[in-house]
């Protein structure tokens, strides 16, 4: 658990979507979800 500069909780997780991870925040029980693009590494094989 995190919390913010004026003390409330934050949630976050961080999942494997079938493309891209998510990023889950919930903060005081509204939840906010991002996604975050990766970029492999040249040469690296999947």
Do not use: F, N, P
């Not at 991002?34 to 970029?39: A, D, F, G, K, S």
Request: hydrophobic share 35%; aromatic share 4%.
């Amino acid at each position: 658990m995190q919390k913010t500069i004026d003390g409330r909780r934050m949630i976050v997780s961080i999942e494997k979507g079938l493309y891209d991870w998510m990023l889950t925040a919930k903060l005081s029980g509204e939840e906010k979800c991002l996604e975050v693009h990766t970029i492999q590494a040249i040469g690296q094989q999947k």
